[in-house]
Nanobody, 123 residues
Framework: QVQLVESGGGLVQAGGSLRLSCAAS????????MAWFRQALGKEREFVSV????????YYTDSVKGRFTISRDNAKNTVYLQMNSLKSEDTAVYYC????????????????WGQGTQVTVSS
């Protein structure tokens, strides 16, 4: 079992930055690929980024490439999402997820989910 708790969301102006954190419980955290998804109001949940269990590989959806950076600290059981140059279209609830599928980009590939943290970007 893995329990995930996100933090770091908030209100920021366009062009600003936020860093999201996802703290995981469970000793097997370091065996899971970790991903961030987001869901804007009235829209389906979409993939944002994923990092392999070792941290050696990452992947991003096109709309955030060059602006967002995913990282993890297995000693702290935490995964991060550094978000720079935020745009109004980044406004959403952000979820972290854990799964064993290699670099998965679909929700069903992840077994464990956090409760989400709201990110609001004002223009």
């Amino acid at each position: 079992q893995v329990q995930l708790v996100e933090s770091g969301g908030g209100l920021v102006q366009a062009g600003g930055s936020l860093r999201l954190s996802c703290a995981a419980s469970g000793r097997i955290f370091r065996t899971y690929d970790m991903a961030w998804f987001r869901q804007a109001l009235g829209k389906e949940r979409e993939f944002v980024s994923v990092i392999t269990w070792s941290g050696g590989s990452t992947y991003y959806t096109d709309s955030v490439k060059g602006r967002f950076t995913i990282s993890r600290d297995n000693a702290k059981n935490t995964v991060y999402l550094q978000m720079n140059s935020l745009k109004s279209e980044d406004t959403a609830v952000y979820y972290c997820a854990a799964g064993t599928y290699h670099l998965g980009t679909y929700s069903h590939q992840y077994a464990y989910w956090g409760q989400g943290t709201q990110v609001t970007v004002s223009s």
